[in-house]
């Protein structure tokens, strides 16, 4: 396994995860957000860039900790794609969850931003670790 091409394909993941993050957030739980408009910064290319540059370099991270960690090896998995879901909802249940509850409970945000938010985490953070998976099989 080379550190190279698993960091690689986490970016690569990262960049697909853009497309599923505009689906969930973006566009299924977008509505929500009006329930709380005090919340929220205007949106706009600036902030559609910097969010896009984001999630690519955080698939690249999670591609260096699928690396480090030994990927998803010490599960027991012979499929890189049962491999790669499994490692992606760990990290997930690890991470952004806790991230994205702690933060609900201080933040004045409708349930359904937090609901699209987790799910949009999830299968972000699935199809990294898919990819990371991917290129290092």
Known sequence: MSLMR????????????????????????????????????????????TSSVIQVLGGAAVGLLWFATGGAARLGTTSWLLGGVLFGGLAWLAVAC??????AVYVKVHRGVVVGLLLDSLLGLCVVGCACAWGAS
């Open 98 to 103: 806790p991230i994205h509850v702690t933060t």
């Open 6 to 49: 698993v960091v690689i394909a986490g970016a690569v993941g990262g960049f697909l995860s853009i497309f599923t993050s505009w689906l969930v957030t973006g566009y299924l739980f977008h509505g929500y957000q009006r329930r709380t408009p005090e919340a929220w910064r205007p949106e706009g290319p600036k902030q559609y860039a």
